[in-house]
């Protein structure tokens, strides 16, 4: 059965389901045939259902038409006569993913809107919510090639009319980001312009070939958000953290969101909507990717050899070679390839000021678990307090306590600094006890501003951190293990 379907959760709801296996090929009237075999073998068996049980809707909307849409028919060769539909624009198509859909999910008709404010475009929506409901996860992994096919098909009739498809753009979160990826494989290698992956599905693609996820060669570019690719105890991530574009942005490491529980949790509150509700981190790209087309800040990514050294704030820079790129809607007209790394705040607005702090433990600091907030203050102001740790992961004497922190403004010349600690309140708000100690000592603190290269620090001397008691640290420019001076 490959990897757990979605979460212990989906898997739960899919007990039930049965699945015709004598079966390994259907044929559909105007699309073709879909088979079940190699490399199409990871949906359990599952074949695709026959476009009338998919209801695909197909929706244009243009700066003369933004909110009645033109209704778009794969099967009728006049569909575009009499629509808004203009040779000399660019095309944008919005795809979603697993349990969601047009009408219900507000992100889409975001992405419309800012489209239409942004460009003359051709907009584009995929409605295929009929074949992607829950719970049944294989049976969409499998609807995903006939509603590619239904694409092609408008595709097709758009080349006919004598449209330059390298002026195509798919913008696909999740199951639609691999939808997105098919359509591009059924076209040819490198001939749709442009495909925009929102953190493409993991279960039942990770590990599989090429024709069956997106990759590289689905488009002339192919930029990927990963921001959920993290294992829990009780949910799996649902985002691939495996390479998929010429371009990959791992945010925050790509594994998960601060600001996001994503735990059991959140299974009790789904309102219709996995995409967003189930999972916070799967969400947040396209969150991210909205929030690219009006922010006067820059989501810029750095190249690195790996997250560890990213987070050691060793990748600060954008080489004449690779150089850097900006994640969302601009990434094409940034040169950068490869692996790009980002970190952003916690909560929206997410792009800001990126700085790396480095907290050293004494070497008499107690085991625990809890977090160190730490606030800047400079000659532009201070910033908010963010925690430069992770929850329920125990800290000691022996403990590097060192990360890229994303704040909301760009201080300057950082002049001081306020620490403070906070115990872990244990399971149950602390009814069955808790590991967190009420006091946590340090030896001081470095910064470093990536916009500047440079760096500030406190002198070493000993700092008992209280549970949420702020202490101020004053900071020199420059990095030091000087003792602080004994006044008296």
């Known amino acids: 059965m490959g ?12 007990l039930g389901t049965t699945y015709a296996y004598n079966e390994t090929q259907v044929c559909y009237e105007v699309i073709g045939c879909f088979n079940n075999s190699f490399p199409f073998n990871n949906t359990n068996g599952v074949l695709p259902k026959s476009p009338q049980e998919l209801g695909v809707r ?3 909307f243009t700066r003369q038409n933004p ?21 000399d624009r660019p095309t944008k198509f919005i795809v979603h993913g697993f349990s969601s859909s047009f009408e219900k999910t507000a992100w889409i008709f975001q992405m419309r809107d800012k489209l239409l404010i942004k460009g003359d475009f051709n907009v584009i929506a995929v409605d295929w919510s009929k074949g992607a409901t829950l719970p049944d996860y294989f049976q969409a992994t499998a609807n995903i090639r006939v509603v590619a096919a239904e694409i092609k098909l408008i595709l097709d009739m758009m080349e006919d009319m004598g449209y330059d498809l ?9 199951l639609g980001a691999h939808l997105s990826g098919f359509v591009g494989h059924m076209l040819g290698p ?48 649902f985002g691939l953290m495996q390479e998929s574009g010429d371009v990959d942005f791992y945010v925050n490491g790509g594994e998960k969101q601060p600001g996001c529980t994503d735990a059991l949790s959140s299974i009790l509150h789904i309102n219709g909507s996995l995409e967003g509700s189930l999972s916070c981190s799967h969400g947040r790209a396209h969150d991210i990717y909205l929030e690219s087309f009006d922010s006067t800040c820059n989501f810029t990514a750095y190249p690195c050899d790996s997250l560890e050294k990213f987070e050691n704030g060793e990748c600060f820079q954008c080489s004449a070679g690779q150089g850097c790129s900006v994640l ?4 094409d007209l940034y040169p950068a390839r490869g692996d790009l790394y980002i970190d952003t705040h916690h909560t929206a607005p997410f792009c800001g000021v990126p700085y790396h702090v480095k907290v050293f433990a004494s070497p008499d600091a107690p085991e625990t678990t809890g977090l160190i ?90 700092y008992q951190l209280v549970d949420k008691t702020p202490v101020h640290l004053e900071t020199t420019l420059g990095r030091t293990s000087d003792p602080c001076t004994v006044v008296g």
């Open 190 to 237: 490198n001939r749709l312009g442009r495909i925009s992956g929102m953190d493409p599905a993991e279960p039942n693609f990770l590990n599989y070939t090429l024709p069956v996820r997106l990759d590289s060669d689905d488009a002339i570019f192919v930029d990927v958000i990963h921001t959920d690719g993290s294992k829990f105890s009780l949910i799996e991530g």
């Open 58 to 60: 197909i929706w244009m």
């Open 166 to 174: 390298s002026k195509v753009h798919f913008i696909g979160h999740s």
């Open 67 to 87: 909110e009645q849409a033109d209704v778009l028919d794969y099967a009728d060769n006049t569909t575009f006569n009499g629509s808004n539909f203009d040779t």
């Open 3 to 14: 990897r757990v379907l979605i979460s212990l959760a989906l898997t739960a709801l899919c």
């Open 328 to 331: 969302g809607i601009d990434a």
């Open 373 to 462: 907030y730490v606030s800047l203050n400079g000659s532009g102001g201070s910033t908010d307090f963010i925690p430069i740790n992770t929850r329920n992961k125990k800290i000691n004497a022996l403990s590097e306590i060192s990360t890229n922190i994303v704040y909301r403004s760009d201080v300057g010349t950082v002049t001081s600094v306020d620490v403070r600690y906070e115990k872990d309140v244990g399971f149950l708000g602390g009814l069955l006890g808790s590991s967190g100690t009420n006091t946590f000592s340090i030896t001081g603190i470095e910064v470093m501003s990536p916009s500047t290269e440079t760096w500030t620090s406190s002198c070493r001397g000993s």
